[in-house]
């Protein structure tokens, strides 16, 4: 059984810092692309970053870039996102997710079937 388990949220004003941490069990981590999504109140679970099992290659919402940043420790089978200069806009839950095997794509819910509870993140203007 896969397990995710974000942590790291909070309340913070506009500007400031969070890092997220995922950590993973279950499956070996270092083989697994991994994903970051969020989600807003009434709104549609949408893709923050990805970022390949060596790290090697990462992806980014448009709204993020040069802002968050990935990383992973596979090691220690944990996903991070350093979110800096933060907006209110910001403001949602934000989930990590393992893709599905064979998949090729990074953009869609749809192609990560395992996915953690969640963490809040809340940004004040």
């Known amino acids: 059984q896969v397990q995710l388990v974000e942590s790291g949220g909070g309340l913070v004003q506009a500007g400031g810092s969070l890092r997220l941490s995922c950590a993973v069990s279950?499956?070996?981590?270092?083989?697994?692309?991994m994903g970051w999504f969020r989600q807003a109140l009434g709104k549609e679970r949408e893709f923050v970053a990805a970022?390949?099992?060596?790290?090697?290659?990462?992806y980014y919402a448009d709204s993020v870039k040069g802002r968050f940043t990935i990383s992973r420790d596979n090691a220690k089978s944990t996903v991070y996102l350093q979110m800096n200069s933060l907006k209110p806009e910001d403001t949602a839950s934000y989930y990590c997710?393992?893709?599905?095997?064979?998949?090729?794509?990074?953009?869609?819910?749809?192609?990560?079937?395992?996915w953690g509870q969640g963490t809040q993140v809340t940004v004040s203007s």
């Open positions: 997710a393992v893709r599905r095997l064979y998949s090729s794509g990074y953009y869609s819910p749809r192609e990560y079937d395992y």
């Open positions: 279950g499956r070996t981590v270092s083989s697994s692309f």
């Open positions: 970022i390949s099992w060596s790290g090697g290659s990462v």
